[in-house]
């Protein structure tokens, strides 16, 4: 590994499980730091998870590339206790149990600090270490809908969230940046810290303009618009004639008229401050009327915020996918199976430049 790497020398130990803490350690390692993912016996629970090949899952094998595999059984107080020296020598600590959990097995982040004060400790959580929901169990889709956001889900039509934005959004990238953060305060001071990351906490950042119109109501401001939520024909997902989608995004003027002329809406219908719903309707039909290889080709020509809904496998062989290298590294599996590995929103120069690396393995 290059040592001018940006976390060449640092070491992390990883003792997070499923989504948002490996994640975050997975980034760490792909910018040069040497993590060591800490498992009980049978391993953590994401070992299990499916698809597998050879007896090792692939999405654990994704998160936890190129990381080294330690095993400890935290009932045991003497393997905890030989977890000492690892401590001593180690940068960063990343913790995903429930809050008091580590603080039980003597891992607390008193109890680390006293063997190593220059150590940053992050603790992941849904909803923090303090608090009256401190103890609450959940998953990314209960944060989700704790902050508030799944409110403005059409009842008659609820739907899943497509992407962790609790888990990456709110535990992965909040930890990344303040592990980063305390790495710089720690050169002024000299000093470890603790991080506390509620992962529901950033729910509310990704509801930013939910609150400046919850707030702007409730201070009289001026409204000129329905809300972030209100149905207009410019920023919608329309059915095609063969059930794929068109998401279209034209807000802006300039967007909106091409977009009204690519799809051919008539004239007496672009104002859409006349009457939004007549407007969305007639654009519906519009775009119901023909199948997705139709509008593609009109709408990549027009340029105007508006696109089909790519499927995972035309998204995949996207040429301009291919040709920023998202997926040329590898993540190597058992019986001399390669996957690529999961793309990171890391600069390239930043990143170490094996392409093939394997995950930890459990002992025996």
Known sequence: MSPTLPLSGLVVLDFSTLLPGPLAALMLAEAGAEVIKIERPDGESMRGFSPQIGGTAMPFAMLNRGKQGYVVDFKDKAQVEALRPL?????????????????????????????NPRLIYCSISGYGQEGPRAQEAGH????????????????????????HAADIGGGTMPAVINILLALLQRDKTGQGCRIDIGMTDAMFTFGWLNLAYHWGRAASATITHAGPTAESPRYRLYPTADDRLVACGSLEDKFWETFCTAVGLPEDLQDDTKDPAATGAAIAALVRSQPASHWGPILKAANCCATVVATLEEALADPHFVNRGLFRRRVALAEGVEIPALPLPLAEGFRRPETVLPAPKLPG
């Open 87 to 115: 401590i001593a020598r180690a940068d960063i600590l990343i913790e995903q149990f429930r809050p008091g959990v580590m603080a039980r097995h003597g891992l607390g982040y008193d109890d680390v600090k006293a063997i």
């Open 140 to 163: 990314d889709l209960n944060f989700v809908a704790t902050a508030g956001l799944l409110a403005d889900t059409p009842v008659a039509n609820p739907a899943l969230p497509p992407v």
